[in-house]
């Protein structure tokens, strides 16, 4: 079975330029979470959609980051204007709203900003 | 306030021996669930084990088991016969009542010498 997929896997950009990270959560699953992590800061919840709306985007640091769910198999994260703080691994992560909610994790988009 | 407690920043053992990792939580929610992520040096997060809080048996999976101590409100993960590939960080996390979300602790940095 296919896992949480990611892309791209790295990024690199120069400050000022729009960013946007992929997010193809694990079939059937429908909650959707995006994470952001960094040395300071730890783990971080962004934001996080069910059944593709958004539920929760208290984590969302600023009006250059948004995200969108726009069907049950993709969601982006777009940082526009991107600033080298936003250097991070950013993870995506899916959960099927049942027992548990475990959340299953993407590989990570490691993004550097110049 | 909830929140959720690791307090080993990092941890040594032996190959073959077993290795317990610290968690403690807090919250007066009476219905939470507990988990366990491995995160090695290549960056994935992985699902090692959940535990509800209304279960009554410990759960395992494997080499892995959670120590759950209600009363205490402590969730330890205990690693038995530790292998090389068990080198990682660990992150403990909890989903409390009404919330999708998980709170996740500060990690763990476990290296397993030969």
């Known amino acids: 079975d296919a896992g949480v997929i990611q892309s791209p896997r790295h990024e690199v950009t120069e400050m000022g330029q729009e960013v946007t990270l992929r997010c193809k959560p694990i079939s059937g699953h429908n909650s959707l979470f995006w994470y952001r992590q960094t040395m300071m800061r730890g783990l971080e919840l962004l934001i996080y959609?069910?059944?593709?709306?958004?539920?929760?985007d208290s984590g969302m640091p600023e009006d250059r980051f948004s995200a969108k769910m726009p069907n049950a198999s993709f969601s982006t994260l777009k940082i526009q204007p991107s600033e080298p703080r936003d250097s991070a691994v950013y993870f995506c992560?899916?959960?099927?709203?049942?027992?548990?909610?475990?959340?299953?994790f993407g590989p990570g988009t490691r993004l550097l900003v110049l | 306030a909830q929140k959720i407690t690791q307090t080993q920043p990092g941890m040594f053992v032996q190959e073959k021996e077993a290795v317990t990792l610290d968690c403690t939580y807090d919250t007066s929610d009476q219905s939470y669930g507990l988990f366990w992520y491995k995160q090695p040096s290549s960056g994935e997060m992985i699902f090692l084990i959940y535990?509800?809080?209304?279960?009554?048996q410990n759960a395992t999976e494997g080499r892995y088991s959670l120590n759950f101590q209600k009363a205490r409100k402590s969730a330890n993960l205990v690693i038995s016969a530790s292998q090389l590939g068990d080198s990682a960080m660990y992150f403990c996390?909890?989903?409390?009542?009404?919330?999708?979300?998980?709170?996740f602790g500060k990690g763990t940095m476990l290296l397993v010498s030969p």
């Open positions: 959609f069910n059944n593709n709306v958004p539920i929760d």
């Open positions: 996390a909890m989903r409390f009542s009404g919330y999708s979300t998980l709170t």
């Open positions: 535990q509800g809080s209304y279960d009554e």
């Open positions: 992560a899916s959960s099927l709203l049942a027992r548990g909610e475990t959340q299953y």
